[in-house]
Nanobody, 124 residues
Framework: QVPLVESGGGLVQAGGSLRLSCAAS????????MAWFRQAPGKDREFVAS????????YYADSVKGRFTMSRDGVENTVYLQMNSLKPEDTAVYHC?????????????????WGQGTQVTVSS
């Protein structure tokens, strides 16, 4: 059973908004740093945002800073990625990830669990 399941992707026009969700099951959520990564066609997977469960400190890639907001719901064991002012270059498959690393931008090699991904397409 995949412990991380993403939802909320879709097709949106440039300037629009989407909210992604990542529901976790079977994880002791408070132990993990949660993160979002994305992978565009023909490109490497890249870090987008992370949140530390203890205290809720968030970190963002420079490319999304000021436009994306990551948050968490401890009761629902869910993390969210609110994406505003979307640009065509945000088009990618977005993956939720869980890691025990405390780095602001965790290395992919440190990821314990990956979600299956959700497609975000931004049209110009």
């Amino acid at each position: 059973q995949v412990p991380l399941v993403e939802s909320g992707g879709g097709l949106v026009q440039a300037g629009g908004s989407l909210r992604l969700s990542c529901a976790a099951s079977g994880l002791t959520f408070r132990r993990y740093t949660m993160a979002w990564f994305r992978q565009a066609p023909g490109k490497d997977r890249e870090f987008v945002a992370s949140i530390r469960w203890n205290g809720g400190t968030t970190y963002y890639a420079d490319s999304v800073k000021g436009r994306f907001t990551m948050s968490r719901d401890g009761v629902e064991n869910t993390v969210y990625l609110q994406m505003n002012s979307l640009k065509p270059e945000d088009t990618a498959v977005y993956h939720c990830a869980a890691t025990l690393s405390t780095a602001a931008e965790p290395a992919m090699s440190a990821i314990y669990y990956w979600g299956q991904g959700t497609q975000v397409t931004v049209s110009s």
